[in-house]
């Protein structure tokens, strides 16, 4: 349930609506918004079948929801959320260019290729220190060292870190470093991780799952949202589908559906989402005029000796900058800057 | 199988080379290019071993093909595929812009859709005489009288005719009113159709099956064009998948792979990509700039009363046209033209 | 709309209903069951708005049908329809067993596999005289003379033929030779050729599409009950989805789904289902624990030089004749027969 | 690669080449078996290249292994894996039947269920402590106090106690109760608990992921397995396809093909497989046909007030009771028992 409070409600009528609400054993979240204000009230709403909260002075009507989120849906909140990342914006009009290697190599490797991106117009820098692979004897990260790997490249460039955090027990160690934490497609329904994150409370990137509905991708944001945490990206990255041309299904329905259901940003992995460096720039370039509010891309200045054996889709350097160059176009099509 | 010719290769040179071929009992499809001529053997290579094709004149060298299918092969065609009907061009560098009702209802709806949508730009109308219902209680489209009406429509309009056709039996009669056949998503490996348009020789929309893989979708190409009908174009209108929030998931990555692959055209359908008519811009937009040649767009004035069940996915006329609009900038970007 | 008839209804009373249904323009199926007599109403039910059928003598009460296919649904012919052909039933406690080769290849091959299959306790043969195949340059069937071979077989075995019908225009033909119609996972939609089989009269085994859930195959079913033609048994032959190591996924849900759903018998084809000889007598034998009526297996004595590259899915005729002994167990154990 | 050893060989011959593999800074598993012994090697081969290996006293040859997976490969131990717990055996001739509720409510209600499966001829009790939820604010389960209801179960009954751990950290709590760990489909590739559970020790049944292939499922079983765990025990129990009727297509071809690729026990969970209540005895039956070593159902005497709205797929006793009569004669068909 909802509560939607009347235009011109005092400070103190909220609070009296909270509290009542609290006192009937449920949590609030309060959202003020420009053009209302609105209590989304999580629990049971039985709790308050005795509670006439639609009598109560500053409340207008309140609403059931039937998505089964609440926070993360735009019905609760009506504006776009924008996250602020040390100066860069998120979900506003500028689009967010994250970019970088599937791992953290070496300092050298890092640094170089940060240069590279941040000259071609990326904010941030993605690498990953801690790797979730597939099989236990492929190689999964260099862990902190890779980290500090990252926070030097970021001194030498400004970009913001982006990188993956894989445990509850390591958001603390991963957060010093990180000013976005992504959890990857294999964790979207590692609840005790959502937890974590959303109690830390950096910006968090939310990859899809392999075959997550977007229902499903919205609760687990829920989860993020609920701990109290407002930060949250969603990342369409691809899903698994029969079709084994392309390494995953890019699903770029999922962004108009996402901004249809929810206030969150979304942006997209067109690396992940093909799996073929050709395609690369066609999916970036769909995913901008589909509404995406940034893209996160691979790019490797020697793909063909990565450690990962994702070198097949990452860009060179050169292919990244001729990209950013036809995205501003497609950008001010779409009403929309880079 | 194909035999590459030299540089200035002459026409005598090569009709040998085709009569050899034939005498070992195979077909053959010569592909004069700007830069090189090539011959496609079709059928068992095997019966040309004792055949010494690589060292008769004219010819630079035999080529396998590893793809399945040969004449839809880029590689046996290097240059994109750019056809003409009636003057509009599919595949070149205009856009080909597609638009009307599921199903053409009476002469009124149907002239009147195709006023509006020739006002935007449009230079396709489409609308279906003969529908593939999932039941067969459900309304199956009026048949020749619904084509009658769509003459009119061209009549008005100057829009060229797209329609569905759904047996090999009724080529010839939707022959005599289409521009364009359009081959539906069940019917993609109806194979005595394929056959049949191939036969026929009008250009033919070959919509992708509801699971078919992109290999699939040119090998039921490769039927066509082996019947010696060069003018396929390919259209992605949707996959199935798992997800139920939209109704089927639009493939975007296929544009680049096909246009990897493949010399032919290709278009999107966004209204059954998606199901719902909110999404159609921003996929519509996402699909030129990923590089589709073309979209089909399903648009009714009064779609809640339209016979099909499919008016949720229909735009209406003034959101059709300011969608165009928006196109042209996209297409600008992308070094098109609407 | 389904009318529910009292107990003890004379013909006369049907007769009056089905009159008066007529003339208001739909079509009728009436179904004399031991329990009750049923009449499906066909056709948009909103034209008897007008007419008092409850009222009328003999009507127990009307019925809403929710599902969108009625001739095929359990609650319009409650018990099991068992499919008579010359003497081998399919839906009764006997399974019905099919088995034969991918494509009929000569008179030799065909009557040596079905003397093996024959032997083994099959009832039927099976073998393609018209093949779809993904390309169009694979083998596709002998055509008529293939008929000519299976019926050649039928003489010295006594088996019954089953045999795949790809257009409307050949079910005249096929249905010459065929004691059994099979129409093939590509067709299941091709609905001009399931009214044309629907009219021809013979039993017809409708294989599930690659991609179709059970609601559009009952459906599929429909068109062909709709035309007057009862004798519809399903064939479960695996769906797409991402998983390729087998071939397909074969979905015995859909075994006790159909039989809670429908009336109609159902076999399962674990030799598609699986693509995989290893794997086909593990699924022959879950087909029948899960309460199929009956199995359809690719047998051929020489796999590895059969025309059609299915031969890695068949059994070999001792393989086939121990799969059979194995069967019987599981047969008993489920109170059926072989 | 794995180092094949001669029949007769020594242990002092094994010892030595372990010693030099190590020396090369490479792991090693050594697998006894009663025909030959073999020495799996670990980590990246080339380390080994200037090893002669294969000229060692006692080594019959060296084999690259090209499933990704070494140690759950049926190449490297080619007898089946036989689990004991508390002395029923999983794997062997009997086959393992796990029955109970979907999530612990209280004492009272899990030990009446266990009281009614042990009855029927269960060997485990299942149910949740720790409940993965798709959103935020479902019931996540009682945590240690159902933990300490289960072991009252097992106090009163002798059933072994299955029961979900979530989270690397809690492994240790749940293992002073849980006599098998269950890693659920969302946690399949939850890497660091795979780890976790692998160097505890205890039995591990791991479900597959909801798209995981065959593949990928095998080699998060090599997560447990290379952290010295033997003890896993794969679970089918449903993956996610296009088709929505039943809440997940149970993918039985995964048990002949799990049995063929690895020496693994495979148990099916025919509850989740298909969501439906009416269909779990069709599905249990055709699982243990299909070779499966065992099942774990779900059983709830009062299913509509149970907390997690997993109630419309359980069982009712009565029901669990019957079925296990008719699974014995299926089992005795398939030269097994229960």
Known sequence: ??????????????????QRTHAAGLKTQTNVGEQCTVIAVI?????LSDTPIESMAGVARTMPISAPYKLASRQFHEENTVISVNGAKIGGKQLAMMAGPCAVENTEQIVRIAKHVVKSGAQFIRGGAFKPRTGPYSFQGYGEPALEMLATAREETGLRVVTEVMTPQEVGLVGKYADVFQLGTRNMQNFPLLREVGRHGKPVILKRGLSSTIEEWLLAAEYILSEGNPDVILCERGIRTYETHTRNTLDLNAVPAVKELSHLPIIVDPSHGTGIRSYVPAMAKAAVAAGADGLIIEVHHDPDNSMTGDGVQSLFPDQFNQLMQSLRQIATAVDREI
């Open 1 to 18: 349930m909802v509560i939607i409070m009347q235009n011109g409600v005092t400070e103190e009528q909220i609070e009296q609506v909270v």
């Open 43 to 47: 629990g049971d709403k039985t709790a």
